[in-house]
Every structure is written in structure tokens, then in C-alpha cells.
């Protein structure tokens, strides 16, 4: 019976929100378990008077207090943990299930009340309010500091720490959930609910004290009452003569007072106190049902009542939990829609999970339960689980593309390696030191209010360093980083923190034009309302713009830059001001881009603020740009919509006509160009000329040709297929052929040797959804209509940069000038370095060797 005591005083004692609860020494968690094993290994009164095998066979069948919850408390941490990466919309296949992930939160403060108060019922301690929310403190608080450091650390190298001082300080003694700015803009702001258990835990021997004398009838009409509290959400509006959905329609309160009361009503401790109550209730009715299973009969029998009843509690609980959480039909329309589902309306359907899982104390565990204690080791890291979901979010290679089962695997692991060596290691010192551990919310306090106050690292900083100035690839072949920071670069318009990408070099007669794209990323989080609705709005902004200039053609120089590395012009380049709108407004306002998230009430925003990626284009000696951008907003109704009435701008190809490089601000009109899809993203055209025409390839494959004719309108004019390219397609469905760059007629038969006749050059590249890669190709083809694709080169070298810390490495052409014998690929490395392939044509031609053949 040793072992059943242990295991009786381990989850006697043990927090269950924190299931690695177990005393670890200290003078007051000794004292505390062996008055519970003195208790907890005694049998009920009425198997005392079985004769003596029957009662020891009856005692090592009991439920006692060895409860199975560590399978439900792990899948309800990982439940969680999918609701928000649902929520933030990075998982790669979401289903309507995973968002339901929130509702678990609340069912950790019951499983708390449950376990804490079963415990005081069976040996009630004396020690004070403080001294006993100090002892609870060693299931939470040391795995909690560890990881706020680490997480502060992480925002901080990244540049991203913006949390305030006063914030950092109230989180450090565990009071963020007290005030609504704390709470939002708290460091690991998904552990609110800690905040909110400290308060708790001060007033449990208060609520103990109330509690431990209820009848079996006042038990059950206090367990109804808590469990229509979160009712009161739709109930009152209704009574009012409001919508249930009510906070859809309040108007009448000012935008502050209205954010600061959902945000309480979402995370203060005041709102969830009847959830944690009700746990302790259910203790209560725990040991009331208790007696009356004794007087039934025979505890062993299949014939008492009570033992047959509570086999399916559990399981009834989570079928019903799971059909709301599945079934659309069964949505929080039926249970008091998302902010009444957020304060636990489905209360009931929890407390009997948590009920069956428990069982009562003198009959056999129930069969579900058994099938779940086989896998109670879990229970040791249910809460890491919990606490480290946005530290590993942090070190995914791919947060924004995150596939589900792998990130899990990586989460579960990292959790099992901290909770095994620094999170028990810690606890055992924190219960041992029971003055000393007074003083760590202190020393946190300290060291993230000091360290706050060292620099930020900008994202360059935090980033790996930028590729080199020059990289040597061989003798006819370098990369190089192209310097375009003129003395216009330098304009009222670009921030400090800009970065120059995507450039277009054309070789006009004796000039070379340069077009190069302005880009920064911004994002804004904030409270606030969508169509009535209390909601956290999250804007990602890509603050974006176009320069232009151009500089004088030494020929000789260009002819050396594949061997000498040097670039042959120095381009000052200035910001596109004068680029008009067709109603004749500045390119600023566009039109923007809304993803509403139901579950957890968050609208994310996606704003450009200026056109992007240029490509120039000469027609009959003067020079066009082409470019992408969300529509400009023309005011009422101009703006794209989807069915749910939410913003639905996406991406389309704009044309400016005689643009004059060397005057940015000169006003010039651009127009859509209208073909292809206007509820899709339009871009990656690739433009050419052709007799003094402008023409585009629309796709590489099939090899669709373009016209704009004399009037502006766009035709289709020709389509072709490389059956190279289509079999790769066929082979790879996952991969998508994009246009990059423009493309440029080629005549030098005598280096073009296995095409010795004139043709277009050109850029595309494959893109793999799947990893988020891209390669770049360039590929021929036909000076003549239908200008078919004839030949396809190898990889290009292009050198790849991260855009952000732990994203992929990408490279992205988005110009080809051919002057000469000289090639250059112009591109962006990772959103932050603007470059250029660099070869002779004689070089260029060797990757054509693959490709032969139509």
C-alpha cells in the first residue's frame, strides 16, 4: 500500500494546473504530507467493517485521491497551444476544431479548486493566507521566471521588446491580469492565468472555510447557480432588450472604456473566481456522493448503482465538448456566443470531465479513468508544454508556415528537456529555501527593468549578417552588392530603418536607368472595434515605395564587372513622388487587405503604403515602368470587398508610360493593367518590346503573350508550352513557374552558340509552397511570335539572405540588363540587400547546356 499513499499525497497536494506539483522538501511541505498520509491512507469508515481481505482488496481498488488527470490536463495544454497558432492563422491545414483551444484555460483554475480542496477536506492545514499561496508558488512561479527571462531575451535580441517597465515589474510578482494594460501588453501574455490562480489561492482558506460545511442540496443549488454565471453575459442584454450578441451593437460607450472592459471581462481574476469556486464545490459534492455510494452496496459490485453511473460521466463530457467543438451547427449561437464561451459557459460539460476522470473515493476507479492513468506520467509536463508554446514558436524555422504535428513533436520535446533539467531542479531549491525564494520576484523585477533600458537591436542587428559586398563565383562570374544610396535615397520620405530591394538596371544608349523598391515591415497591435465588435486589431504594414535615377554608361567598366567586380555607375536615385493614381491622387492610399478571427475576436489588417517592385521597360526609346500594388483607394465602394464584407484587396500589375527617371517628381498617371483576375494576386508579369510594341509574358507555362495595344487595353495575342517545363509540373504539383524581371532581346550568334539566332532573354522562377523556397532560372525564347520558350538554363547562383530571424533564406530577381557581352541579374536577398548576378554571356550560355530542346 506504499506506493497507493505516495501516490495519494503527490496528487492530493499537487496544483493541477501545474501538474509537476509535487512536494520536492521544505519544512512546510513535509509537515504538509505527512499529515495527509496519515490521512489519505486510512480506508472509509464502512469498509472498516468488511472483513480484513475484503477491505484491503477494496482500498487497492479505491479511487481515493490518486487522480488520473494527466492525459486530460496534457491534451487540454495542447489544445490550447493549437488555438493560437490557429488564431494567428500560421497552421498549415486549420480545421474549425483548433480554435476552440481557449476554452480549456478557465478548466485549469477548476481543476485547481478541485484537487486543493479535495486535499483540505481529507486533513485541513493552519497556516497562514500568505504562507499558503508561498507553498502553491513552487508548482508555478519557477518555471514561469525562467521562461519570461528567456522570452525577454528573445524579444529583446530581436528588437522587438517594446513591453513597458511598470508592466515588467507587475508581471515579475505575478500581477498582470489585474489591470487591462498590464495584461495585453505583458511578455508571455498567454500566462494571464497565473495572475489570476495567485489570487485564488490567497483566498482559499476563506472560501474552504465557507464551503466545508455545505449539505448535499446547498452543494447542488451553489454548483447551478456558478455554473449560469457566465449566462449573464447574454441573459441581462436580453432582459435589457438587447441582442444576445450584444457587444456587436454597443455604440454608446467611448472606444476606451469599451476596450477596457472586454479585456477585463477576458482576463481579470474577478470574472473567472466562480470557475475555481466551482471546483471546490465539486470536491464537496465529491465527498457527499461519496457516503452515499457506501450505503449502495458492495463498493467492488457491479450492482451498485453509483459505480455503474459514474462510468460515463467523463466520456459524456468530452463527446459533448467535442461535438461543440466540431460540428458548426453547435456553436456559441447555442452557448452564449464567444465572450459567455471565453468565461466557461460550458462549465458543465468540463466539471464532468473533471468529475468522471476523478471518480469517487471509495469505488474502483471508473474504466475511462484507468485507460487515462496509464499515461498520468505526462502530467509532468502538461505545464511546460503550456509556458513554452511561444518560445518554440519563436525558434520554428518557419513561423508564419507552421506544420502542425512536426511543431507539436518539437514543442512536447523542448518541454520534456526543460522540465527535466531546469524546471524540477529549480523547484526542489524553491522549496527548500522557503526565505530565500522571497526574494526572486525581486531580482526578476530588477533584471528586466535594468536590462530594458539596453539598446535596441534594430532587425538588421538581429539578423544574420548580410551576405558580403562581393562574392567571387569564378572568373567570368561575381555576385555583388549593387550601391544605390545616392543623395535622393536620402529624401524626407525614407526611414532610417528602410531597405533598398528588388532593383531593375535597363542600359538605355549611354545611360543606365535604375529602379530599386523602398521597403520597411511595421507591426502595430492594438484594442479596438470591428464593425461593433470588441476586437484586438493587428495591423501588418509594409511601408513601401519606388525610387528612380539614373547614371552615365561607362562601356569598358561594364564590360570588366564580371571580372573585376566593380560596379560600373553610381546612380543617384530619389523617391517616385510624382506617381499618380487615375483620379489624380498620390500612390499612398490603397486599398487594404482584413482577416476577421472569430475565436479569439482579432481582426488582422494587411496595409501597403506604396507601390512595389518596378520593372523597367524600354518601348521606342522611352522608358516604362511597370509595377505590383493593392488598388489605390478611390474612395466609397472602390475598394474590393469579400462575401463576409471584409476587406479583400489583393495585388494587381500597374503601368506608367514615359516616365522620366530623372525627375521623380514629375506627375505621371498609371493604369491598371486590366487582364486576368481582379479577386486574385496579378503580378510577376514580365514585360518586353518588340517592334516598338509593349508586350508581357503573363506566365512562363503556359508561355502566354500579352499586347498592350495603341488604346491602353491588353490582349491576349499568343500561348505556347515547354514541355520540359510541363512535365516538371506534372511531376511536382507543389511547386508554381513565376515570371521575375524583364526580358531582353539577345543577338550575339557567335557566344550564343547553341542558339545562334536572335531571341529574348529572360527570368522565371520555381516557387515550393510547401518550404517557401524559391529558384531562378533564366530561360530563351523566340524573337517572333508566337514566341515560344526554347531553352531553359540551370540554377542561378543568386545569393540568399533571411529576411527575419528564424525565416527562410530567399533570393528574389527582379532585373536583367544585357549591354554587351555583359549580363547582370539584378535581385533582392531576403528583403534587405539589393544585388546583381554579374557574368558574361559566354558564361551565361554554359547553363544553357541542360536546357536544349523545345
Not at 501597403?608 to 466609397?636: C, M, Q, R, T, Y
Request: hydrophobic letters at 45%; glycine letters at 8%.
Amino acid at each position: 500500500r506504499a506506493p497507493q499513499r505516495r501516490d495519494a499525497i503527490r496528487d492530493a497536494v499537487a496544483v493541477e494546473v501545474a501538474p509537476e506539483a509535487q512536494q520536492t522538501g521544505g519544512p512546510d511541505e513535509a509537515k504538509g504530507a505527512q499529515a495527509e498520509e496519515a490521512c489519505t491512507a486510512v480506508p472509509e469508515a464502512s469498509a472498516a467493517a468488511k472483513p480484513k481481505e475484503e477491505t484491503a482488496k477494496h482500498t487497492t481498488e479505491a479511487a481515493g485521491d490518486r487522480f488520473p488527470l494527466g492525459l486530460a490536463r496534457f491534451l487540454a495544454s495542447l489544445h490550447v497551444v493549437v488555438g493560437h497558432l490557429f488564431a494567428k492563422g500560421d497552421v498549415i491545414s486549420a480545421e474549425y476544431f483548433f480554435g476552440w483551444g481557449f476554452t480549456w484555460v478557465p478548466w485549469f483554475f477548476m481543476l485547481s479548486g478541485f484537487v486543493l480542496f479535495s486535499a483540505h477536506l481529507r486533513r485541513p492545514q493552519e497556516e497562514s493566507m500568505f504562507g499558503y499561496v508561498m507553498k502553491r508558488s513552487v508548482t508555478i512561479y519557477p518555471l514561469y521566471a525562467f521562461a519570461l527571462l528567456v522570452e525577454f531575451a528573445i524579444q529583446k535580441a530581436q528588437g522587438h521588446e517594446h513591453t513597458g517597465v511598470v508592466t515588467l515589474v507587475v508581471q515579475s510578482f505575478l500581477m498582470q491580469a489585474w489591470w487591462p494594460s498590464w495584461t495585453e501588453g505583458a511578455l508571455q501574455m498567454h500566462c494571464w492565468f497565473l495572475s489570476c490562480m495567485v489570487v485564488y489561492w490567497f483566498l482559499f482558506k476563506p472560501l474552504a472555510w465557507c464551503l466545508k460545511g455545505l449539505t448535499l442540496v446547498r452543494t447542488c443549488a451553489l454548483m447551478v447557480f456558478l455554473m449560469l454565471l457566465p449566462w449573464l453575459v447574454i441573459l441581462v442584454p436580453l432582459v435589457a432588450g438587447q441582442p444576445e450578441d450584444w457587444y456587436t451593437a454597443r455604440a454608446v460607450r467611448t472606444d476606451l472604456m469599451l476596450d477596457y472592459s472586454v479585456v477585463a471581462l477576458k482576463f481579470n481574476p474577478a470574472c473567472y473566481i466562480h470557475v475555481f469556486v466551482l471546483g471546490m464545490v465539486l470536491a464537496k459534492l465529491r465527498g457527499l456522493l461519496d457516503a452515499k455510494a457506501q450505503a449502495a452496496g458492495r463498493l467492488d459490485s457491479w450492482r451498485n448503482p453509483w459505480r455503474v453511473a459514474i462510468q460515463f460521466i467523463a466520456p459524456s463530457g468530452y463527446v459533448a465538448l467535442i461535438l461543440v467543438f466540431s460540428v458548426k451547427g453547435v456553436e456559441p449561437s447555442v452557448w452564449g456566443y464567444k465572450l459567455a464561451a471565453r468565461l466557461s459557459v460550458l462549465l458543465p460539460f468540463q466539471a464532468m470531465v473533471l468529475f468522471g476522470l476523478a471518480g469517487l473515493p471509495s469505488l474502483p476507479l471508473p474504466v475511462f479513468a484507468q485507460a487515462f492513468s496509464k499515461f498520468n506520467f505526462l502530467e509532468r509536463y502538461s505545464y511546460a508544454v503550456y509556458v513554452l508554446q511561444f518560445i518554440a514558436y519563436s525558434f520554428w524555422p518557419q513561423a508564419s508556415h507552421i506544420n502542425l504535428p512536426f511543431f507539436l513533436v518539437f514543442l512536447v520535446s523542448l518541454a520534456m528537456v526543460v522540465a527535466t533539467c531546469v524546471q524540477q531542479p529549480i523547484q526542489r531549491w524553491w522549496a527548500a529555501h522557503p526565505r530565500l525564494r522571497l526574494v526572486v520576484p525581486f531580482a526578476v523585477a530588477a533584471t528586466l527593468a535594468g536590462c530594458s533600458f539596453l539598446p535596441e537591436s534594430s532587425a538588421h542587428q538581429a539578423l544574420a549578417a548580410l551576405p558580403p559586398a562581393i562574392v567571387r563565383l569564378d572568373a567570368h562570374c561575381v555576385d555583388v552588392r549593387l550601391s544605390l544610396l545616392g543623395a535622393g535615397a536620402h529624401s524626407a520620405t525614407t526611414h532610417h530603418e528602410d531597405a533598398l530591394i528588388n532593383p531593375s538596371v535597363a542600359v538605355l544608349g549611354g545611360e543606365v536607368v535604375v529602379a530599386a523598391r523602398r521597403h520597411r515591415t511595421e507591426t502595430r497591435r492594438y484594442a479596438g472595434s470591428y464593425r461593433g465588435v470588441p476586437a484586438t486589431i493587428e495591423e501588418h504594414v509594409w511601408h513601401s515605395g519606388i525610387l528612380l535615377g539614373s547614371a552615365g554608361l561607362d562601356r569598358d567598366a561594364w564590360a570588366a564587372w564580371p571580372s573585376s567586380g566593380v560596379q560600373p555607375f553610381a546612380a543617384d536615385i530619389g523617391e517616385w513622388t510624382g506617381l499618380r493614381t487615375p483620379v489624380g491622387g498620390a500612390w499612398t492610399d490603397l486599398c487594404v487587405k482584413e482577416t476577421w478571427v472569430p475565436q479569439n475576436d482579432t481582426l488582422i489588417r494587411y496595409i501597403v503604403d506604396g507601390p512595389e517592385d518596378p520593372k523597367l521597360v524600354l518601348v521606342d526609346g522611352h522608358i516604362h515602368v511597370a509595377f505590383s500594388s493593392l488598388p489605390p483607394n478611390a474612395g466609397k465602394s472602390s475598394c474590393r470587398v469579400n462575401d463576409r464584407g471584409a476587406a479583400d484587396a489583393v495585388a494587381q500589375m500597374y503601368l506608367s508610360a514615359n516616365v522620366s527617371v530623372d525627375s521623380p517628381p514629375q506627375p505621371v498617371t498609371a493604369h491598371r493593367l486590366a487582364y486576368g483576375r481582379s479577386g486574385q494576386a496579378e503580378k510577376n508579369w514580365i514585360p518586353f518590346s518588340h517592334k516598338g510594341e509593349l508586350f508581357f509574358v503573363y506566365t512562363p507555362q503556359p508561355h502566354i503573350i500579352l499586347e498592350v495595344n495603341n488604346s491602353g487595353s491588353i490582349e491576349k495575342q499568343h500561348s505556347t508550352s515547354f514541355r520540359p517545363l510541363q512535365m516538371l509540373l506534372q511531376q511536382n504539383p507543389g511547386l508554381e513557374v513565376r515570371g521575375s524581371g524583364e526580358a531582353v532581346l539577345v543577338d550575339r550568334p557567335n557566344v550564343t552558340t547553341s542558339l545562334p539566332r536572335p531571341h529574348y532573354l529572360a527570368l522565371l522562377h520555381l516557387f515550393d509552397a510547401a518550404t517557401g523556397r524559391y529558384a531562378h532560372h533564366a530561360y530563351r525564347f523566340a524573337a517572333e511570335p508566337p514566341f515560344q520558350v526554347l531553352q531553359l538554363s540551370r540554377r542561378l547562383p543568386l545569393t540568399e539572405a533571411k529576411a527575419t530571424l528564424g525565416g527562410v533564406p530567399f533570393a528574389f530577381a527582379s532585373g536583367l540588363a544585357v549591354a554587351g557581352d555583359t549580363v547582370a541579374v539584378s535581385y533582392g536577398a531576403g528583403d534587405r540587400d539589393a544585388r546583381a548576378l554579374v557574368l558574361t554571356l559566354g558564361r551565361l550560355e554554359e547553363m544553357f547546356a541542360c536546357g536544349r530542346g523545345a
